[in-house]
């Protein structure tokens, strides 16, 4: 099993990045997909996920209206537009997979990849 997150970078206060996170390995439209940040000294927290068939989605309230997630089955990648970012969005974000519902606990998922670093500043 394969993820790699990748799109990070630096971006001034109401920018937009569009992150992507790339499969491999393992049945990828099976799997409910993750993003989740990590800022220094905090833990890891649920951004938003979405369901095997993209169906479903869920947000963090303090990304909601700004972030969207979607993916797309047949690259086997899921995408994260992040819109209007504030410095606190400043984290390494990462994606992860797991078989079933689409939850934001990052203790629910099983797959990780390393992430990318995402750097709000002016």
């Known amino acids: 099993v394969q993820l790699q997150a990748s799109g990070g970078g630096l971006v001034q206060p109401g920018g937009s990045l569009r992150l992507s996170c790339a499969a491999s390995?393992?049945?990828?439209?099976?799997?409910?997909i993750g993003w989740f940040r990590q800022a220094p000294g905090k833990e890891r927290e649920g951004v938003s996920c979405?369901?095997?068939?993209?169906?479903?989605?869920h947000y963090a309230d303090s990304v909601k209206g700004r972030f969207t997630i979607s993916r797309d089955n047949a690259k086997n990648t899921v995408y994260l537009q992040m819109y209007s970012l504030k410095p606190e969005d400043t984290a390494v974000y990462y994606c992860?997979?797991?078989?079933?519902?689409?939850?934001?606990?990052?203790?629910?998922?099983?797959?990780w990849g390393q992430g990318t670093l995402v750097t709000v500043s002016s």
């Open positions: 992860s997979a797991r078989w079933g519902l689409a939850l934001m606990d990052p203790e629910s998922y099983d797959h």
């Open positions: 390995g393992f049945a990828f439209d099976d799997y409910a």
């Open positions: 979405i369901s095997h068939t993209g169906d479903t989605t």
